[in-house]
């Protein structure tokens, strides 16, 4: 499944919209990306998970972990392609946790599995999460990267999508500049 073929995916599904978007951290953007759209039709997530799981196989994973809520699904669909378990780790009290009677030990190798990388912030949140429960980490995974740096990850990355969201603050906004009006994505003209 080539980049074109995962972008189609997420326009047909709504997933991906351009135009003229206030975002709910009241930025603006050019693009509004919400993977939940394209995932919501099993049979995309299906082709997208056997997708990452063709160029994470050779790392001879043996689980998949998650950040909830966004990496489950896509994370479950990885998990199915290489036949091997998917977990996700979840927020208490604001913290990364394994919880649900989840466990990892010293003879799991796991592939951190998310829709979006934005920063690396979730993925490495989420690779301490594996290594505190003494697992090794070898690899993440996500649809889209959206431009993290690979040096900060410290961990190869296999995306399927390399997509550049920019936003900026509303008078920095080059499309408020010229005048276009504003819409907020989901919102039905
Ligand atoms: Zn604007």
Redo the contacts with the bound molecule.
Sequence with gaps: MDQDAVLNLFRTSGALLEG?F?LSSGL?SERYLQSALVLQYPEFAARLGEALAARTSHLQATAVLSPALGGIVIGQEVGRALGIRALFAERQDGVLTLRRGFSLGATDRMLVVEDVITTGGSTLETARVAEAAGAQVLGAAAIIDRGVDPASLGLPLQSLVQLDVPS?P?DA????AQG?P?TKPGSRA
């Design positions: 003229h206030r603006h900026w509303p906004c080059p499309r408020c276009e504003v």
